[in-house]
């Protein structure tokens, strides 16, 4: 991991609340470069995707 990286995933680390602001603000899914992840902020998400159909 480059030191830019590292410095982007060492900031999200210690605060990471500007990010579950943005997902909030997204309709609740939003991806985070950093961890290179989808962050779910809805509760309602996990749970449609549980009891979905399967397609």
Do not use: C, I, N
């Amino acid at each position: 991991m480059d030191t830019g990286a590292q410095a982007a995933l060492d900031a999200l680390q210690r605060d990471p609340y500007p990010h579950y602001a943005r997902a909030r603000a997204a309709e609740g899914l939003t991806f985070v470069p950093e961890p290179d992840a989808w962050l779910v902020a809805s509760p309602s998400w996990p749970k449609e995707w549980a009891t979905g159909p399967l397609s």
